[in-house]
């Protein structure tokens, strides 16, 4: 992959069509088989956050939302955010 993931937990700010934002907590999945990487979604904020799926990109940088929570906006949204995440220091 050329691109910049995200390597570590993070929180992104998700505007849907029509509502309100939300803060979704995205963090690497820690068992990816190095041919995808897997990012699970979270509420953020919750002390019991909802499980709202998961983002997974191949090696060549396409990606795929597995879950029902999540509109295909907010879907990519979340793939932007992560493919092009920097730390800011």
């Not at 919750?46 to 499980?51: I, R, S």
């Amino acid at each position: 992959m050329n691109n910049t993931f995200l390597i570590k937990e993070a929180k992104a700010w998700v505007k849907p069509k029509n509502g309100p934002g939300e803060i979704i907590r995205v963090m690497p999945d820690m068992e990816n088989d190095g041919t995808v990487l897997s990012y699970l979604l979270y509420t953020a904020f919750d002390p019991n956050p909802d499980y709202l799926g998961r983002i997974l990109f191949d090696t060549q940088g396409y990606w795929i939302y597995d879950g029902e929570v999540l509109a295909v906006t907010e879907q990519e949204q979340l793939a932007k955010f992560i493919i092009n995440y920097v730390e800011t220091i």
